[in-house]
């Protein structure tokens, strides 16, 4: 079992900046991606970035690239979202995951374990 724990989500005005923490505990060693989705209101959940922790690559949904960057501290079992230059349409509720195997990243039905969702909101 692993706890996946999203933490850092806020009110931001367009062009601000958010952090994203999502601590993990448990049995942490068999994630093999840890990643963020999110979801506005009345959308579906859509990928945003994720990390293959075996060698650090990093993935990204077309609306993040260029604006966020997905780090992992391994010693304290945390994956980070750093949010640059937000935008109105950045807010949702971002969610961490984590899957137990290789496979599609960016597909929702790969991560088995959840946590419970930090909301972001972002004022024009």
């Known amino acids: 079992q692993v706890q996946l724990v999203e933490s850092g989500g806020g009110l931001v005005q367009a062009g601000g900046s958010l952090r994203l923490s999502c601590a993990a505990s448990?049995?942490?060693?068999?994630?093999?991606?840890m990643g963020w989705f999110r979801q506005a209101p009345g959308k579906e959940r859509e990928f945003v970035a994720t990390l293959r922790r075996n060698d650090g690559s990093t993935f990204y949904a077309d609306p993040a690239k260029g604006r966020f960057t997905i780090s992992s501290d391994n010693a304290r079992n945390t994956v980070y979202l750093q949010m640059n230059g937000l935008k109105p349409e950045d807010t949702a509720v971002y969610y961490c995951?984590?899957?137990?195997?290789?496979?599609?990243?960016?597909?929702?039905?790969?991560?088995?374990?959840w946590g419970q969702g930090t909301q972001v909101t972002v004022s024009s």
């Open positions: 448990g049995r942490t060693f068999s994630n093999y991606f």
């Open positions: 995951a984590a899957s137990r195997r290789d496979g599609p990243y960016y597909n929702e039905q790969m991560y088995y374990y």
